[in-house]
């Protein structure tokens, strides 16, 4: 039976326990051997009155085992009651096992963040496995919106925690400058390149892009060409002006993104598919002929559409629903040109190519139904070996004080990025787009998001790690001689502390809560669920802030007692725990951990 507790993940260790008992039952013959223990878990009890934690072995055994798990549980229970780590073992309802931890085990968690500091919470689930995460990959016709926004801010912190978790993650960008889109916006900025050579434009044309930020564009066209482009037909300046505007474009969004601490190491090129001389595209479309995927056909009429907009011809088709999609796949068009989907395989056939077995996408809310046929076609293109995850990222509707924002002039029809991380900063901007779960429509109040009040999520947290940053800067001044300042030295000191002297039921609780830390970071990255990061990261607050406020009420549980200096210390302990858990689960998602708020 192990006896250490593990300086990690605390349900991880009592899991092995549990397996350890069933072992045990196995050699006693109580259990047949060979059973199957994925399904077997340990968690927090749904009401947190029953215990630390339970776990479902004897409900998930009992049937290969041949028992009724009320039974099962009983010897479960028998042998895990002798656990160093456990005080009391109940047994409830059908055969859920809920446990009673030891405080000790509390103490030692808090022990384990002031020995491991910013390394607590980490974790080797990923081992080093290769993941690319694919997020804001927005066209490059103008500025970043505030709908890109909660994308970017999704994608970055979910890279960060797979990180974290053991991932070898590479964040991309996959720049749309093949389509009819990017045409669009060369035909707009060639209106502001005549605009910058004297010319009255007028009133943009309908399906042009109306936004002043293509003004820029039209002058640089002007410094390097002066006017000779107006002499040329569009066949001839359009790819001179694609290029141009498509290049100040990303430069725009990557200074967007870098208001927000966001870089990506990977720019991908959906033109660069198609040019110099190697169309991956058609290698992809022949790859998979080859192997009996794409095919010549006709499509039946789509579902609740009128046959008059139906265009029945044989077409150049990818097997989708051999691979689990609705319908078979066009991609090629009427012209002979590659539909959208058909460069969308190719490019994640790159990924594959490049070591990513292991791929997530951030997709927009619109983008829901494209999901099916992109996972079925790297089925396809990697023989199964692939796995691709959409994370789909809802709308964000833009308010202040609970009324919708006017739109910009500088855009012409959308709030920029820029213009609301200016309005709030950029910790805001982050951490709210992330108190909420991705596929939910968030709204983004301006007002309510710099409020200084337990409402404001971003502020509560914030000021939890400043306010324990406080409490050390009045330890040093009213007792505790030598504190450090520099975390890293503070971790050292406090690490002698007697932490046994923390008693109280409240002071017990912050400790589990702090030691959740670990488990909530493996199954966040398991899940591919930042927000979970974040509803931590608040309820940790809480805990310390109602700690703080008790000592306020009821002097002798305040953190700084001037004539016991043993307590005061170990409750320093206790603050250095929330203030470097907070700490890093705000490096996570993107966030500063202010040492005081202003």
Not at 79 to 92: M, R, S
Request: proline share 4%.
């Amino acid at each position: 039976m192990p006896t250490a507790v593990s300086s990690h993940n605390l349900f991880a260790d009592v899991l092995a326990r549990v397996h350890a008992v069933c072992g045990q039952l196995v050699k006693d013959g109580a259990l047949p051997a060979g059973l199957d223990l994925s399904r077997v878990v340990v968690e927090p009890p749904k009401d947190a009155t029953h215990g630390d934690m339970a776990t479902n072995a004897a409900m998930v055994l009992a049937k290969d085992a041949k028992a009724k798990p009320r039974d099962l549980a009983d010897k479960i229970a028998d042998k895990l009651g002798a656990d160093d780590l456990v005080a009391a073992v109940e047994i409830a309802g059908p055969g859920f096992i809920n446990i009673r931890l030891k405080p000790q085990v509390w103490v030692d968690a808090l022990r384990a963040i002031l020995s491991e500091g910013e390394n607590f919470g980490r974790s080797a689930i990923g081992a080093g496995e290769k993941v690319n995460v694919e997020y804001v990959s927005a066209n490059p016709t103008g500025p970043m919106h505030v709908g890109h926004c909660r994308g970017a801010v999704f994608g970055d912190a979910l890279a960060s925690l797979l990180s974290i978790a053991g991932y070898d993650v590479t964040r991309e960008y996959y720049i749309n400058d093949a389509g009819a889109q990017v045409d669009v916006l060369a035909r707009s900025a060639f209106l502001r390149y005549r605009e910058a050579l004297g010319e009255n434009i007028g009133e943009i044309p309908e399906g042009l892009y109306p936004g002043d930020y293509l003004t820029p564009v039209g002058e640089a066209l002007k410094a390097e060409h002066g006017d000779k482009l107006t002499k040329l037909d569009e066949a001839k300046w359009l790819p001179v002006v694609r290029a141009k505007a498509i290049a100040m474009m990303m430069d725009e969004i990557k200074g967007d993104l870098a208001v927000l601490n966001i870089q990506h190491n990977v720019f991908f090129s959906e033109r660069s598919l198609i040019e110099g001389g190697d169309d991956r595209v058609a290698a992809t479309i022949g790859f998979l002929r080859a192997k009996g995927d794409v095919y010549e056909g006709r499509l039946p009429p789509p579902k609740g559409a009128p046959v008059e907009d139906y265009e029945d011809r044989e077409q150049t088709l990818f097997r989708a629903t051999a691979y689990g999609d609705d319908v078979d796949r066009p991609l090629l068009k009427s012209d002979g040109s590659y539909t959208y989907f058909a460069s969308d395989i190719a490019y994640h056939k790159t990924k594959f190519d490049r070591g990513f077995a292991n791929m997530v996408d951030v997709w927009g809310a619109d983008h829901g139904g494209y999901i099916k046929r992109v996972q079925a076609a790297i089925k396809a293109v990697t023989g199964g070996k692939g796995a691709l995850d959409v994370k789909i990222v809802q709308l964000v509707k833009l308010l202040r004080n609970g009324e919708p924002v006017k739109m910009s002039k500088r855009s012409g029809d959308f709030i920029t990025l820029r213009e609301v991380v200016e309005e709030v900063g950029p910790d805001a901007v982050r951490f709210m787009m992330l108190f909420r779960k991705n596929d939910a429509v968030l709204d983004f109040d301006l007002a309510k998001v710099i409020e200084q009040s337990k409402d404001n999520a971003v502020f509560y947290v914030q000021y939890g790690h400043a306010r324990g940053i406080s409490i050390f800067r009045n330890a040093r001044e009213e007792a505790v001689t030598g504190l450090p300042q520099h975390s890293a030295e503070r971790l050292v000191f406090l690490g002698k502390a007697n932490l046994e002297r923390l008693e109280d039921p409240a002071e017990l609780a912050l400790m589990k809560q702090l030691a959740l830390y670990p488990r909530v970071i493996e199954a966040a990255a398991l899940a591919h669920e930042p927000h979970r990061i974040a509803f931590y990261l608040y309820d940790v607050a809480s805990e310390f802030h109602a700690l703080w406020t008790r000592g306020r009420d009821l002097p002798y549980l305040r953190f700084i007692i001037t004539n016991d200096a043993e307590i005061t210390m170990a409750r320093l302990a206790l603050v250095q725990g929330v203030v470097s858990v907070l700490a890093s689960g705000l490096t996570i998602l993107g966030v500063g951990a202010p040492d005081e708020m202003r």
